[in-house]
């Protein structure tokens, strides 16, 4: 996959541009707040509707702008595409199009032009919370299959329906009798959904990043953190007692019912839902041990990487070798050089634009450059 070409007008400090980009490496190089991460951000947004910062969608428009404008030119292994995107500061809603035919949802959108995005917040995926893998999940299955961020959307709604039942349930402990085992069930339906579709990527993800991880560590001049093999195995409550449920939808929308139904008086206590893929995690591990706690913060930055990296072969697996098109922002400059050098080399014949305000030698071949400054850009 190569982006051709990203046009915005009026997000966030761009007035108007029409960047131009390349296959093979392009480095976005310039002072900070000058608008590097924002042209990330607006690519970012034509494939996920949606940004990797937090805030709202009317905050991506220009200060005292009405409306916000995107246009990604984009081609696949097949043929050339755009998707454009127009995002108001009001009220009125966000319009998006893929080859001129409007949109109705999201799940249309996502998985139209693939990311991966790296920025310096991924290289705690293995020490930071468990959210933060769950979102490294989220945006990656929902990039595969359209069908799995339906189910997270509608598991989030339903959700949010349950726990404010679960508030309420003692003032007004009828409704609650009355209604939610009818909350529990479309809960589970699509809990289970979401476990076997995350736990199914996370047994591929697993045999790469043990793949990428020992490719990585070999390239270390004293290579003595190869000899540890990494695993990765997918967390759930409603497996805790047989792994084996996990392939079967079935068999899991079962054992989340049971803790759902029988387990109501605990959950009006705690005043949330307590079980569900809300509470999920990737165990990441060392040679056996838990890698948060036992690995070096070096091997916990490589397997952060190789996670990366594998999202990247999972997606191309998929497409029929058709790569995704690669995002970094900021990345390089928080590597050691062993780690740039290796992510660079794997980088060679892929998409990649990132950001930075000091350029590095190791990328400075080759490259389509673009100066940043002021929310302008320049080739
Ligand atoms: N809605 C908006 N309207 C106008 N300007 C905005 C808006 N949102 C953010 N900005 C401005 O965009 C600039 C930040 O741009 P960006 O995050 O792309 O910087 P950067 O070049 O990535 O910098 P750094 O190197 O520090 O990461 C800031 O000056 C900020 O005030
Ligand atoms: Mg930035």
């Known amino acids: ?21 390349t296959r093979g490496v392009n480095v976005l190089a310039g002072d900070n707040a000058q608008g590097k991460t924002n042209l990330l951000e607006a690519i970012y947004f034509t494939a996920l509707g949606k940004s990797f910062r937090p805030v709202k969608e009317a905050e991506l428009v220009r200060f005292g702008c009405e409306g916000a404008r995107l246009e990604n030119v984009f081609e696949d292994s097949v043929r050339e595409q755009r998707i454009s995107v127009r995002l108001s500061s009001g009220r009125a809603k966000r319009v998006v199009e893929h080859n001129g035919i409007k949109l109705s949802r999201m799940s249309e959108l996502v998985g139209q032009f693939r990311v991966v995005l790296f920025c310096p917040e991924h290289l705690s995926l293995v020490q930071g919370g468990p959210e933060m893998r769950r979102n490294y999940l989220n945006v990656a299955i929902s990039q595969l299959r359209p069908m799995y961020l339906r189910s997270l959307q509608r598991y989030n709604q339903i959700l949010k329906e349950r726990n404010s039942l679960i508030r309420r349930a003692e003032e007004d402990r009828r409704t609650f009798d009355a209604t939610i085992d009818f909350w529990s069930e479309q809960l589970a339906e699509e ?6 579709a995350r736990a199914e990527y996370v047994r591929r993800a697993d045999g790469l990043v043990a793949e990428i ?11 003595t953190e190869g000899g540890e093999v990494p695993k990765l195995e997918y967390a759930s409550r409603a497996a805790q007692d047989d792994e084996s449920i996990l392939s079967d939808v079935g068999a899991v929308r079962d054992k989340y019912l049971e803790l759902l139904t029988t387990r109501k008086e605990r959950e009006i206590l705690a005043g949330s839902t307590l079980y569900g893929v809300h509470r999920d995690d990737i165990k990441i591990s060392l040679c056996g041990r838990p890698a948060r706690i036992f690995a070096s913060q070096g091997q916990q930055r490589s397997l952060a990487l190789a996670m ?3 999202e990247g072969d999972i997606s191309a697996a998929d497409f029929g070798g058709d790569m995704p098109v690669f995002l970094f922002d900021d990345v390089l400059s928080e590597l ?6 290796y992510l660079m ?3 060679d014949s892929r998409q990649v634009i990132m950001s930075t305000c000091e350029l590095s030698q190791d990328v400075s071949a080759g490259i389509n450059l ?3 400054e002021g929310g302008r850009y320049f080739s």
């Open 345 to 347: 080399e794997k980088m």
């Open 191 to 196: 809990a289970a959904r979401i476990t076997c």
């Open 1 to 21: 996959m190569v982006i051709k070409k990203i046009s915005a007008a009026d997000f966030r400090n761009i007035e108007s541009c029409s960047v131009e980009l």
């Open 370 to 372: 673009i100066k940043v």
């Open 308 to 310: 990366k990296l594998a």
């Open 336 to 341: 050691d050089a062993h780690r740039r050098a």
């Open 213 to 223: 991880f020992a490719d990585m560590s070999s390239c270390f001049p004293n290579a």
